[in-house]
């Protein structure tokens, strides 16, 4: 499972509270989510904020693709 999936598992989101959040559909925030497009340099600092991430986090979670 990839680690955005994960984390919002984690804070028991749906793919649709996130869209919604990010106010994108549901079916964009998917694509994003499984990597079939790119996540936009805001959305990535909003997810930051919806999962309280420190900017260590948010670079392990969007850089790092160990």
Do not use: C, P
Not at 16 to 24: G, H, S, T, Y
Not at 34 to 39: A, D, G, P, Y
Not at 40 to 57: A, S, W
């Amino acid at each position: 499972m990839n680690a955005l999936k994960t984390m919002r598992r984690k804070h028991h989101l749906t793919v649709k509270e996130v869209a919604e959040q990010l106010n994108i559909t549901e079916s964009a925030y998917w694509r994003k989510e499984n990597h079939e497009r790119k996540l936009t340099i805001d959305e990535m600092f909003k997810l930051g904020e919806i999962f309280n991430l420190t900017n260590d986090q948010m670079e392990d979670l969007f850089y790092n693709k160990t």
